[in-house]
Nanobody, 126 residues
Framework: QVQLVESGGGLVQAGGSLRLSCAAS????????MAWFRQAPGKEREFVAA????????NYADSVKGRCTVSRDNAKNTVYLRINSLKPEDSAVYYC???????????????????WGQGTQVTVSS
């Protein structure tokens, strides 16, 4: 059974930084692309960042490009998302997800991911 557990969310002032973590189990983590999505109240879930199975390819949403770094440590079965220069509009529940097919590059389409974590809340105060 695949499990994804996010952590690292919290309340932070605008301009600050956070590093989110997602610990994975139940699948050969190193063989699968991972992604981060977020959902704010009243809004649809949106793509934030993705990283390929090898870590060699990363993909960011325009809204976070230049402020965000996605990385992975396959030895720890963990993927990370660091967001700098946080803005109030970054406030959302952040979810990590594992891509359905092995050895993928990491896409921005939520339908390409078959397991999701429970989410971690990020709140940015102005």
């Amino acid at each position: 059974q695949v499990q994804l557990v996010e952590s690292g969310g919290g309340l932070v002032q605008a301009g600050g930084s956070l590093r989110l973590s997602c610990a994975a189990s139940g699948r050969t983590f190193s063989q699968y692309a991972m992604a981060w999505f977020r959902q704010a109240p009243g809004k649809e879930r949106e793509f934030v960042a993705a990283i390929s199975w090898s870590g060699g390819t990363v993909n960011y949403a325009d809204s976070v490009k230049g402020r965000c770094t996605v990385s992975r440590d396959n030895a720890k079965n963990t993927v990370y998302l660091r967001i700098n220069s946080l803005k109030p509009e970054d406030s959302a529940v952040y979810y990590c997800a594992v891509q359905r097919l092995p050895r993928s590059t990491g896409t921005s389409r939520s339908d390409d991911y078959d397991y999701w974590g429970q989410g971690t809340q990020v709140t940015v105060s102005s």
